[in-house]
Nanobody
Framework: QVQLVESGGGLVQAGGSLRLSCAASGSIFSINSMGWYRQAPGNQRELVATITNGGSAHVRDSVKGRFTISRDNDKNTVYLQMNRLKPEDTAVYLC??????????WGQGTQVTVSS
């Protein structure tokens, strides 16, 4: 089993920045892919960014140039740096991990609220 604990969410004004962290513990040797999803009220969950153990990273088009995903393998932690935040980025952000894709283990989520 893998446990994921997110931190770093909060309330920020539009144009501001936040950095989310996700610390993994447990059977972390099983993990190859980690990522961040988000879900806003009334919307489907959407994949925001992924990163593999080797550092191959991808972010969705709507956040390219503003969000960066990174990981510290020594700390078993993945980060999501979010800059130039917009009100439409408001959502619960969830960390996930898996073998081929980040879909097996999930954190509980952290709220990000961007005020206009």
């Amino acid at each position: 089993q893998v446990q994921l604990v997110e931190s770093g969410g909060g309330l920020v004004q539009a144009g501001g920045s936040l950095r989310l962290s996700c610390a993994a513990s447990g059977s972390i040797f099983s993990i190859n892919s980690m990522g961040w999803y988000r879900q806003a009220p009334g919307n489907q969950r959407e994949l925001v960014a992924t990163i593999t153990n080797g550092g191959s990273a991808h972010v969705r088009d709507s956040v390219k140039g503003r969000f960066t995903i990174s990981r510290d393998n020594d700390k078993n932690t993945v980060y999501l740096q979010m800059n130039r935040l917009k009100p439409e980025d408001t959502a619960v952000y969830l960390c996930a991990a898996g073998i081929a894709a980040p879909t097996t283990w999930w954190g509980q989520g952290t709220q990000v609220t961007v005020s206009s």
